[in-house]
């Protein structure tokens, strides 16, 4: 392992959400960039914490487990984000975070205005119709050009099956995150 004694150690929190991953180091003076997850990355830009794991299990890394970075700079860079850490000095420091995958917890989110969505809060509802006809749950969404589609794992005569919903305030009637639950003016043979 490499020696990078400048990043402390500590626990992934329980509510952790991945939002990136560490790209190359950018410039000399330990920024880096991060790869957001979304192309919106606001949660990414207002958390003060980062909470780092490897790329993946046995790949080279400084670090061995979660460990945690104080950002001190985040702004958007073209497609991606760029980066300062107040543990992170150099370039060569930089460069060892590569692949990284970064964590912050769902808490740090900024709040959402009415009738918004983290897309990871949707991620797990049950969907009805009207009617109140199970059509599944949502599986995943997909950002198709102007509009955004829940994509349901469901069920139809006894066979798994796949429908897709589009996620906009003619077809869907209400999200009630808290009973975990979207109602949609949708039918099962659409």
């Given at each position: ?31 880096f ?20 794991l490897?790329a ?8 061995g487990?979660?460990?945690s970075?104080?950002?001190?700079q ?6 991606a984000v ?12 930089a460069?060892?975070?590569r692949g ?30 009207r ?48 009973g ?11």
């Open positions: 392992m490499i020696d990078f004694p400048e990043l402390p150690f500590a626990e992934l929190p329980h509510d952790a959400i991945e939002v990136g991953r560490v790209g190359e180091a950018w410039g000399v003076k330990g920024w960039k991060v790869v957001p997850f979304s192309s919106a990355p606001e949660a990414l830009l207002a958390a003060p914490q980062w909470f780092l490897p993946e299990r046995g790949a080279k890394s400084p670090f487990r979660c460990v970075l104080g950002v001190q985040a702004r958007p860079h073209g497609d760029v980066a300062q850490a107040q543990e992170v000095q150099d370039r060569a420091q460069e060892l975070l990284a995958r970064i964590f912050i917890p769902r808490s740090a989110f900024p709040q959402t205005q009415d009738d918004e969505y983290y897309w990871v809060d949707l991620i797990g509802l049950a969907v009805a119709n009617e109140g006809v199970q059509l599944g749950t949502v599986r995943d969404l997909l950002a198709s050009g102007p509009q955004t589609t829940l994509v349901l794992a469901g069920e139809q005569g006894g066979k798994p099956c796949e429908r897709l919903v589009p996620f906009v305030s003619a077809f869907v009637d209400q999200v009630d995150l808290a975990r639950r979207i109602t949609v003016d949708w039918q099962p043979d659409y």
